[in-house]
């Protein structure tokens, strides 16, 4: 099987299960990272496991040196808050870094870190245009022309064999592909989830597909393009 698939007249590949590769521009992209989502509720008094952003960081690391891309593009919500970026340090900085000293890296700003300044590296934009392809953080309804976002963290959910089976995915209709969260501490919403399908701003009559990472290829499931058939 592949991990191979089709957006916008290009072809790109499943990275791990929470990335893209796009071959034709060398180029790795990840979103909502989340980094210091930990300290960020630490500091209001509910105790997490600090060790989350050198755990998603050491997974971009990872894919970095599997796919040598030339340019990273982290989708918005880097930073779980504005002060984030400030907070980061020891090992994860370190690392980070290591990454935006060896590639382009390239931040595109999200709602939870809208001010994100690239104070470890790289340069931070609101939105970033590639050929026919825009990148930003959260899909534009008006946008035309093929647009790969982040922002609702999708999962698709199923019963199999009497229990609950969520796996991260990507969701996809012809003009719109929105990614999963790569962050180590982010949660997940439903595909089948209004909020989400009435991003895509899909007529009934157009399709949306879970694209969902499997060990050896991507299981592809339909998704009601309605927000009132997905309730």
Same mark, same amino acid.
């Given at each position: 099987?592949?991990?191979?698939?089709?957006?916008?007249?290009?072809?790109?590949?499943?990275?791990?299960?929470?990335?893209?590769?796009?071959?034709?521009?060398?180029?790795?992209?990840?979103?909502?990272?989340?980094?210091?989502?930990?300290?960020?509720?630490?500091?209001?008094?509910?105790?997490?496991?600090?060790?989350?952003?050198?755990?998603?960081?050491?997974?971009? %690391? /990872? #894919?970095?040196? @599997?796919?040598?891309?030339?340019?990273?593009?982290?989708?918005?919500?880097?930073? $779980? +808050?504005? !002060?984030?970026?400030?907070?980061?340090?020891?090992?994860? %900085? /370190? #690392?980070?870094? @290591?990454?935006?000293?060896?590639?382009?890296?390239?931040?595109?700003?999200?709602? $939870? +870190?809208? !001010?994100?300044?690239?104070?470890?590296?790289?340069?931070?934009?609101?939105?970033?245009?590639?050929?026919?392809?825009?990148?930003?953080?959260?899909?534009?309804?008006?946008?035309?022309?093929?647009?790969?976002?982040?922002?609702?963290?999708?999962?698709?959910?199923?019963?199999?064999?009497?229990?609950?089976?969520?796996?991260?995915?990507?969701?996809?209709?012809?003009?719109?592909?929105?990614?999963?969260?790569?962050?180590?501490?982010?949660?997940?919403?439903?595909?089948?989830?209004?909020?989400?399908?009435?991003?895509?701003?899909?007529?009934?009559?157009?399709?949306?597909?879970?694209?969902?990472?499997?060990?050896?290829?991507?299981?592809?499931?339909?998704?009601?393009?309605?927000?009132?058939?997905?309730?």
């Amino acid at each position: 099987m592949t991990r191979t698939f089709l957006f916008g007249g290009h072809s790109f590949e499943v990275a791990g299960d929470a990335a893209l590769y796009w071959p034709e521009h060398k180029m790795l992209v990840v979103s909502d990272l989340h980094l210091e989502k930990a300290s960020a509720y630490a500091a209001g008094g509910q105790m997490l496991p600090p060790y989350d952003s050198l755990a998603t960081l050491e997974q971009v %690391a /990872a #894919l970095v040196r @599997q796919f040598r891309p030339a340019t990273v593009i982290s989708l918005g919500d880097n930073f $779980h +808050d504005t !002060d984030g970026e400030r907070r980061l340090q020891g090992s994860a %900085a /370190a #690392l980070l870094q @290591q990454l935006v000293t060896s590639v382009r890296w390239i931040w595109v700003t999200g709602n $939870h +870190d809208p !001010d994100v300044q690239g104070h470890w590296g790289g340069e931070a934009v609101e939105s970033l245009p590639c050929g026919n392809v825009i990148f930003r953080h959260e899909a534009l309804g008006e946008e035309e022309g093929p647009e790969i976002s982040g922002h609702f963290h999708p999962k698709f959910r199923q019963a199999v064999r009497g229990r609950h089976v969520s796996r991260r995915c990507f969701v996809r209709s012809a003009r719109k592909l929105v990614m999963p969260a790569f962050g180590a501490l982010t949660g997940g919403l439903d595909v089948r989830d209004p909020a989400l399908i009435a991003a895509f701003a899909c007529s009934d009559a157009e399709k949306i597909e879970a694209l969902v990472p499997t060990r050896d290829g991507i299981a592809l499931f339909n998704v009601p393009a309605s927000p009132a058939l997905a309730k």
